[in-house]
């Protein structure tokens, strides 16, 4: 519902990226792991559950700390069920290279959302690898990995930008003799290679005419550690740009991860006149983190170039809500990929935009947003596609609104951010339930 000013600090929940690898590298390594700030969402808590299934032991503790106790690379064991991975893209691909070069047989399913999901970038360079991916037509969930005992270091390109393919061969190729290579063209978040060094792994980068060549020498043995996860950026995004687009509005978010790699929609903001900083920038199981201080103003439309892509792919809905309260007109190219996420994010965007007032020209993959400067008309119900950014991000549009905005579904929020209306409620902002309760 349309609202003032926010005001006050809010830690949001711990990253999702960081948390699934923090499960699947601890359950590897030798040793006890402690993690503290995991994302306690669904998606993560159904990677723990995998994980389990798996052999392994992992246990959340009074203090809320989770206590995962390694098996070390090659013990895991087959499991005696499917392993459903929810709504989890992330975790479904990554545990794909697990499962890779471990001699198991496992059958992973999903949600109706999951399922529909395309599985090819990371079912191919695993083949290569020497393991059998089974699936159904588009190969789509579900699925059957046949892991293989004797796994083959590859050498492979990423023929276009994903953090989950690359992250996938890695966590193939630590149990494959020999160096697994990955070579990226296009730069993508590094979680995996931070979190692989941090627990012990040998794994070099360099940057080459080819691109950014990632080089990890298999068979290592990873040791237990203490993780502390830092606050997920991508879901600080909602209640930062809720902030932008307040007048009045004064937040801090703390313990926000500011990894490079994820840092485009920040970037983007501040070019739009953002008002926004980081301050306390400290350090976190090799993760840069910081405090983000947040003020509302105005904001105007920029062109957002594709090489940007990578380190922003999941923020998009959220900027295109704040292009549409912005003055003048923003474009964003190189938006292919979100076609093939949650749902069909582009487009889904684009409708709900022009549902709310706002004019939008949707392309192949570039969206242009003309900005109202201001409050957009708002008032209209949207779909959220069992999609969880689709949902937040319109949200944050209906505070930002003329006339309240409806979510049809609001359930797929808990997946990534759970606790989000009683953080946003908390900060000020007016979301109620279809019972008409915050």
């Keep these: 519902m349309p609202c003032e000013a926010l005001s006050g600090t809010a830690r949001v ?5 960081i948390s699934h690898r923090a499960l699947m590298i601890g359950v590897l390594a030798v040793g006890e792991s402690e993690i503290h700030g995991l994302l306690e969402g669904e998606d993560v808590l159904r990677t723990a559950a995998a994980m389990r299934a798996l052999g392994a032991e992992i246990a959340r503790g009074d203090d809320g700390a989770w206590r995962v106790w390694g098996r070390g690379i090659g013990g895991l064991s087959a499991p005696e069920d499917v392993l459903d991975m929810g709504n989890s893209g992330t975790g479904a691909r990554l545990l794909m290279g697990v499962l890779a070069s471990h001699p198991l ?8 959302s999951l399922r529909s999901r395309p599985m090819a970038r990371v079912a191919g360079p695993l083949a290569e690898m020497g393991a059998r991916i089974d699936a159904r037509e588009g190969c789509r969930l579900p699925l059957t990995v046949v892991g293989t005992g004797d796994a083959v270091p590859i050498r492979y390109r990423v023929p276009e930008p994903s953090a989950q393919v690359k992250s996938a061969v890695l966590l193939a190729g630590l149990n494959a003799p ?8 296009q730069a993508t978040r590094d979680h995996s290679e931070l979190m692989l060094r941090y627990f012990g792994a040998d794994l070099d980068t360099e940057e080459t005419d080819e691109g950014l060549v990632i080089t990890l020498t298999g068979q290592p043995e990873l040791t237990g550690r203490r993780v502390r996860v830092p606050a997920d950026p991508s879901s600080a995004a909602f209640a930062a740009v809720a902030a932008l687009l307040l007048p009045g509005s004064d937040v801090c978010l703390p313990d926000v991860g500011i990894n490079p790699h994820r840092g485009g929609l920040y970037e983007t903001l501040r070019e739009m006149g953002a008002d926004l900083s980081f301050a306390q920038r400290r350090e976190e199981a090799g993760e840069p983190v910081a405090d983000l201080l947040v003020t509302g103003g105005s904001l105007t439309g920029v062109e957002v170039p594709a090489a940007r892509a990578p380190s922003m792919i999941d923020e998009y809905p959220i900027l295109a809500v704040a292009a549409a309260c912005a003055h003048g007109t923003t474009v964003m190219h190189g938006l292919s990929e979100l076609r093939v996420k949650e749902s069909d994010r582009l487009a889904a965007v684009a409708r709900g935009l022009a ?16 900005g109202v400067g201001g409050r957009p008309r708002g008032g209209a119900t949207i779909a959220s596609g069992l ?6 991000s319109f949200l944050v549009l209906g505070l930002a609104a003329e006339q309240p905005v409806t979510i049809d579904d609001g359930s797929p929020i808990d997946t990534s951010f759970p606790g989000f209306v009683d953080l946003m409620t908390a900060l000020g902002a007016k979301i109620v339930s279809g019972t008409g309760k915050p």
């Design 13 to 17: 929940p711990g990253d999702k990226s």
């Design 178 to 185: 020999g160096k697994t290579t990955v070579i990226e063209p």
């Design 387 to 392: 999609d969880h950014r689709i949902a937040m």
């Design 105 to 112: 047989t496992a059958v992973m399913t999903g949600d109706a």
């Design 355 to 370: 549902a709310c007032g706002v004019t939008v020209e949707e392309g192949a993959d570039s969206l242009t947003v003309h």
